[in-house]
């Protein structure tokens, strides 16, 4: 295993610990509203600790960006570790079991490790630039479907972009009618984590930030699959709009979504 790779899982491992511990507490935990239908927890800001504290020890000058603490500066700006502690906290707040801690390290800009861990499930996946992608520890490889039929989606509902609801679910009926079935579980780590390891088949959202996604992304380039925007392009980590599948697959995935865009979703 790559060595930052290495303390990218021990830094998601410790996260997850003060994870648990608290899901086994929820009484006990603190929520204050960021925004609209966003929240955060005393959870996601030690869990954040937790990673911070861990990647500080073995790399003190590279920089972190965490969706709680924002941009920590480090003297070596070449490396840049982007967290989400807790990805999936309303699920957490529920006493839903399904969430996941990401961490994702660029090199000069470059995705380069990644994992997603899920704490309740023991779930470690990970990947490391031009290595493949690992299930705790087994290769894992998207579906190469080629074409919608018989196909699992994975989705998220932009219920922070509530302005984008009609296209949304115009996007959603044209889908739904194409494949099998579609599935919003409420993680955008792990649905991508899903994509890489071919238990869901596809996977679109509106509206995400860099450290919903990072590690996700890495990890379906290296399980085989294709990272675009809502058009096929690079713009996903400016825009938020994300859709990622097989390479075969994600032709017609953009297809049918594409007609439902209009000008604000088509750039």
Same mark, same amino acid.
């Given at each position: 295993?790559? =060595?930052?790779? $290495?303390?990218?899982?021990?830094?998601?491992? $410790?996260?997850? +610990?003060?994870?648990?511990?608290?899901?086994?507490?929820?009484?006990?935990?603190?929520?204050?509203?960021?925004?609209?239908?966003?929240?955060?927890?005393?959870?996601?800001?030690?869990?954040?600790?937790?990673?911070?504290?861990?990647?500080?020890?073995?790399?003190?000058?590279?920089?972190?960006?965490?969706?709680?603490?924002?941009?920590?500066?480090?003297?070596?700006? #070449?490396?840049?570790?982007?967290?989400?502690?807790?990805?999936?906290?309303?699920?957490?707040?529920?006493?839903?079991?399904?969430?996941?801690?990401? !961490?994702?390290?660029?090199?000069?800009?470059?995705?380069?490790?990644?994992?997603?861990? #899920? =704490?309740?499930?023991?779930?470690?996946?990970?990947?490391?630039?031009? +290595?493949?992608?690992?299930?705790?520890?087994?290769? !894992?490889?998207?579906?190469?479907?080629?074409?919608?039929?018989?196909?699992?989606?994975?989705?998220?509902?932009?219920?922070?972009?509530?302005?984008?609801?009609?296209?949304?679910?115009?996007?959603?009926?044209?889908?739904?009618? +194409?494949?099998?079935? @579609?599935?919003?579980?409420?993680?955008?780590?792990?649905?991508?984590?899903?994509?890489?390891?071919?238990?869901?088949?596809?996977?679109?959202?509106?509206?995400?930030? =860099?450290?919903?996604?990072?590690?996700?992304? @890495?990890?379906?380039?290296?399980?085989?699959?294709?990272?675009?925007?809502?058009?096929?392009?690079?713009?996903?980590?400016?825009?938020?709009?994300?859709?990622?599948?097989?390479?075969?697959?994600?032709?017609?995935?953009?297809?049918?979504?594409?007609?439902?865009?209009?000008?604000? @979703?088509?750039?």
């Amino acid at each position: 295993m790559h =060595p930052m790779l $290495n303390i990218a899982v021990r830094a998601a491992r $410790n996260a997850g +610990k003060v994870i648990i511990r608290s899901f086994e507490q929820l009484d006990k935990v603190e929520i204050e509203s960021k925004g609209s239908n966003d929240f955060v927890t005393s959870a996601d800001l030690a869990a954040e600790e937790a990673i911070i504290e861990t990647i500080r020890k073995s790399y003190p000058a590279h920089t972190i960006i965490g969706e709680e603490s924002g941009v920590l500066t480090g003297s070596d700006d #070449d490396y840049q570790w982007i967290i989400d502690p807790l990805d999936g906290t309303t699920n957490f707040i529920k006493g839903i079991p399904h969430f996941s801690v990401s !961490i994702a390290l660029k090199v000069k800009g470059k995705l380069d490790q990644a994992v997603v861990f #899920d =704490p309740i499930r023991g779930e470690v996946f990970s990947a490391s630039r031009g +290595k493949g992608a690992q299930l705790n520890g087994m290769r !894992i490889r998207v579906k190469a479907h080629k074409e919608l039929a018989a196909t699992i989606i994975a989705t998220g509902f932009p219920h922070k972009q509530k302005q984008h609801t009609t296209a949304y679910m115009a996007m959603f009926t044209a889908l739904f009618k +194409k494949s099998s079935d @579609l599935r919003r579980a409420g993680s955008a780590a792990l649905d991508l984590a899903y994509v890489a390891a071919g238990r869901v088949d596809g996977y679109f959202e509106i509206g995400l930030k =860099p450290w919903d996604t990072a590690a996700g992304e @890495l990890l379906v380039i290296e399980a085989g699959g294709l990272v675009t925007d809502f058009v096929g392009g690079h713009n996903h980590t400016s825009s938020g709009n994300i859709v990622a599948s097989s390479t075969r697959l994600q032709k017609e995935l953009l297809q049918t979504i594409r007609p439902h865009l209009g000008e604000a @979703l088509s750039k």
